[in-house]
């Protein structure tokens, strides 16, 4: 947004497209974050961004609180700390407003309706603030239908909601997904939460989404034929070296990854050195956190259009390759791949539902964690092949 823009929308006083913050402290982060979900709900359809000002008062004059490098991360980081889902587009600027610095965070309407803060769908229409009803969930999720949605959230023509497990989804997705509160205050049929955690495309409309395929499905590679991942253990370091271990693992997602680390951690080594000190110390070939990390990343980075090739996860003797099929999207480019704060995402609604089930804390960050774990255990750094099909990782045991 230009300069005029932005002070045309800031002199309109109160409206449903500002949120004006004195400052971040108390609780006007949480507010902050609030205004953010319902800009992106855009529940009154303005089909424009909204705007929260930092340093603002609410009557319009200027609290002298100064958008320094680190109130600006600690804005960025609201887009990526997993209290938003899906993850909003929203940028954050230093700007000046009228002589004064000032924070803004410009909030795109999302095209994926409905956003939730913590578990609940804020919204704002005129001057109110506040959770939607049954009845604006049901309008914001007719409102994606309309939308260019990402690949995850298409039909599968083939799929009915009969494949699902509605157990998974009521006993363990939804109560993660919704505030308890929320679940109690009111009555929506099964297909409603379903449309509102987008596992179908809409209650007239309940052909499983390629998310609702692979979340809520007993075995989701009946579905989606890529929908699984692929462990060789191999007694050598060479393709054509003896298999000690194989391994087909699907299933619904969150299965699928809880059976991945029991493999993982079955086959982890542990050097146990008594001579370098008088405490006995243990260090494993890999660290696990590393390990989770990138082959959570494989599952929700790959692309699910037009293969139908698993991820693979191959364990030599001497290293580990993790094969993600997708090469990279969006904002990521071979050249700034695995650079802090470069990040995009092909699977919006896949990464949602990995965090509403407890694999992903938070978004962004998870290269950066295994380097870091790695070099932590002494492993050589994580290599990366970048090409425009795949990206393998490569992970070297610790010496």
């Given at each position: 947004?230009?300069?005029?823009?932005?002070?045309?929308?800031?002199?309109?006083?109160?409206?449903?497209?500002?949120?004006?913050?004195?400052?971040?402290?108390?609780?006007?982060?949480?507010?902050?974050?609030?205004?953010?979900?319902?800009?992106?709900?855009?529940?009154?359809?303005?089909?424009?961004?909204?705007?929260?000002?930092?340093?603002?008062?609410?009557?319009?004059?200027?609290?002298?609180?100064?958008?320094?490098?680190?109130?600006?991360?600690?804005?960025?980081?609201?887009?990526?700390?997993?209290?938003?889902?899906?993850?909003?587009?929203?940028?954050?600027?230093?700007?000046?407003?009228?002589?004064?610095?000032?924070?803004?965070?410009?909030?795109?309407?999302?095209?994926?309706?409905?956003?939730?803060?913590?578990?609940?769908?804020?919204?704002?229409?005129?001057?109110?603030?506040?959770?939607?009803?049954?009845?604006?969930?049901?309008?914001?999720?007719?409102?994606?239908?309309?939308?260019?949605?990402?690949?995850?959230?298409?039909?599968?023509?083939?799929?009915?909601?009969?494949?699902?497990?509605?157990?998974?989804?009521?006993?363990?997705?939804?109560?993660?997904?919704?505030?308890?509160?929320?679940?109690?205050?009111?009555?929506?049929?099964?297909?409603?939460?379903?449309?509102?955690?987008?596992?179908?495309?809409?209650?007239?409309?309940?052909?499983?989404?390629?998310?609702?395929a692979i979340v809520l499905t007993p075995r989701a590679r009946d579905l989606v034929p890529a929908a699984f991942l692929q462990f060789l253990r191999i007694k050598g370091t060479k393709l054509g070296d003896p298999?000690?271990?194989?391994?087909?693992?699907?299933?619904?997602?969150?299965?699928?990854?809880?059976?991945?680390?029991?493999?993982?951690?079955?086959?982890?080594?542990?050097?146990?050195?008594?001579?370098s000190g008088s405490v006995e110390q243990r260090r494993p070939d890999y660290p696990l956190a590393a390990l989770q990390q990138l082959a959570r990343n494989a599952v929700m980075h790959r692309t699910y259009e037009?293969?139908?090739?698993?991820?693979?996860?191959?364990?030599?003797?001497?290293?580990?390759?993790?094969?993600?099929?997708?090469?990279?999207?969006?904002?990521?480019?071979?050249?700034?791949?695995?650079?802090?704060?470069?990040?995009?995402?092909?699977?919006?609604?896949?990464?949602?539902?990995?965090?509403?089930?407890?694999?992903?804390?938070?978004?962004?960050?998870?290269i950066q964690t295994a380097q870091k774990l790695m070099k932590e255990n002494g492993n050589p750094a994580v290599n990366f092949a970048v090409e425009d099909t795949y990206i393998l990782a490569t992970l070297r045991?610790?010496?």
């Amino acid at each position: 947004m230009t300069d005029q823009e932005l002070e045309a929308l800031f002199d309109l006083g109160e409206a449903d497209r500002i949120e004006r913050k004195e400052s971040l402290n108390g609780d006007a982060a949480e507010k902050a974050r609030e205004a953010i979900c319902a800009f992106a709900n855009d529940l009154p359809n303005h089909q424009a961004p909204g705007v929260v000002f930092i340093g603002v008062k609410d009557k319009g004059g200027f609290s002298g609180w100064k958008p320094t490098d680190e109130n600006l991360r600690t804005l960025a980081d609201m887009r990526s700390d997993g209290n938003i889902l899906p993850i909003p587009a929203m940028i954050v600027q230093k700007r000046m407003l009228k002589g004064n610095e000032v924070a803004v965070v410009i909030v795109q309407p999302g095209d994926a309706p409905p956003f939730k803060f913590k578990g609940r769908v804020h919204i704002r229409t005129g001057p109110r603030r506040g959770i939607a009803s049954a009845q604006e969930e049901r309008m914001l999720n007719e409102k994606r239908r309309f939308k260019d949605l990402p690949y995850d959230l298409h039909p599968l023509n083939h799929a009915t909601v009969a494949d699902f497990n509605r157990r998974l989804f009521e006993e363990e997705y939804l109560t993660a997904a919704f505030a308890r509160d929320i679940l109690a205050a009111n009555h929506r049929s099964y297909e409603e939460r379903l449309a509102a955690c987008r596992m179908i495309v809409a209650v007239e409309d309940p052909r499983p989404t390629l998310t609702g395929a692979i979340v809520l499905t007993p075995r989701a590679r009946d579905l989606v034929p890529a929908a699984f991942l692929q462990f060789l253990r191999i007694k050598g370091t060479k393709l054509g070296d003896p298999i000690q271990d194989e391994a087909d693992i699907d299933g619904p997602v969150g299965q699928m990854l809880t059976q991945l680390d029991a493999k993982l951690a079955a086959h982890i080594g542990t050097t146990v050195d008594i001579v370098s000190g008088s405490v006995e110390q243990r260090r494993p070939d890999y660290p696990l956190a590393a390990l989770q990390q990138l082959a959570r990343n494989a599952v929700m980075h790959r692309t699910y259009e037009a293969t139908n090739t698993p991820v693979r996860l191959y364990w030599f003797d001497d290293r580990i390759e993790i094969l993600n099929p997708g090469g990279p999207f969006g904002l990521v480019t071979k050249e700034n791949f695995g650079r802090p704060g470069v990040t995009d995402y092909r699977n919006p609604h896949i990464a949602e539902a990995l965090k509403v089930l407890g694999f992903v804390q938070r978004f962004g960050v998870g290269i950066q964690t295994a380097q870091k774990l790695m070099k932590e255990n002494g492993n050589p750094a994580v290599n990366f092949a970048v090409e425009d099909t795949y990206i393998l990782a490569t992970l070297r045991k610790s010496a």
